[in-house]
């Protein structure tokens, strides 16, 4: 296994992307995935299910909100230099 001490940012989001390193469980829990990368810039695929609808029947604000923060976090760890993941 890939050790993410060792990685860029961009390194390990890669390696994340291609399968080399397991996913987080929220992110498969929450039906995230990251698509693309470059320094500075992520791309995620989202596909709310069923699991996360509130009472009226449509996606919670709150998978909304866990988006955007994984989103943006990872836009950030695509600049860090090796060991600072």
Known sequence: M???REM???EFLTALK???VEP???????GFRAVA????TIT???????????PMGVVHGGWYGALL???LGCAVQTTL?????
């Open 18 to 20: 291609n399968g080399d």
């Open 8 to 10: 860029s940012g961009l």
């Open 44 to 54: 995620f695929h989202a596909t709310p299910t069923k699991a996360v609808l509130n």
């Open 81 to 85: 230099p090796k060991g600072r993941i």
């Open 69 to 71: 923060d994984t989103v």
């Open 24 to 30: 987080p469980s929220m992110a498969v829990t929450l």
């Open 37 to 40: 990368m470059e320094h500075g």
């Open 2 to 4: 890939m050790d993410p």
